[in-house]
């Protein structure tokens, strides 16, 4: 089995925090697992051609952390760029029942929303639990994406 199915260039500034040196993404990376060790290509500021990282995908930003202290002294801000090998490919937004039967019964396709509009709509809707509050937010959305179309 291949231990990356994908490439995907990547670039961002370098930040030290308590110690260690995180590489910070540019552009958030979206639809891609969080979380999970994978292998940088480092081009610049110095080539490094499998550095070990982990993804962190949170609501606003990707940091790649390495998992070894290989990076020289850098300064915070200092520019850097290279690949990373995606473990696997972009995994699409998993649309709770509720919603899909919801989305089904009103006609309203889900398959082309972008994916910073999943993932604003979906957590909208994951922060509710199951009674009206969630049901009303289901309706929002709804109405939201027909009105889209």
């Known amino acids: 089995m291949p231990r990356h199915t994908g490439e995907l260039a990547v670039r961002g500034r370098l930040e030290r925090r308590e110690g260690a040196v995180l590489l910070v ?16 290509r480092l081009d610049q500021p110095v080539r490094l051609p499998d550095l070990p990282v982990q993804i962190l995908t949170f609501d606003d ?8 202290s290989v990076l020289p002294q850098s300064q915070d801000g200092e520019e850097w760029s290279g ?3 995606i473990p696997h490919g972009a ?14 019964e009103a006609g309203v396709d889900t398959s082309s929303w972008s994916p910073a509009e999943a993932r604003h709509l979906l957590t909208f809707l994951s922060e509710a639990v199951p009674g009206p509050v969630r049901t009303e937010r289901i309706g929002l959305i709804i109405a939201a994406l027909a009105g889209l179309s």
């Open 25 to 40: 993404v540019d552009e958030r990376l979206s639809g891609h697992d969080t979380f999970l060790s994978t292998t940088l």
């Open 61 to 68: 930003v990707t940091v790649l952390a390495p998992l070894v």
């Open 83 to 85: 690949t990373l090998l």
């Open 91 to 104: 995994r699409p937004p998993t649309i709770p029942d509720d919603l899909a039967q919801a989305a089904a």
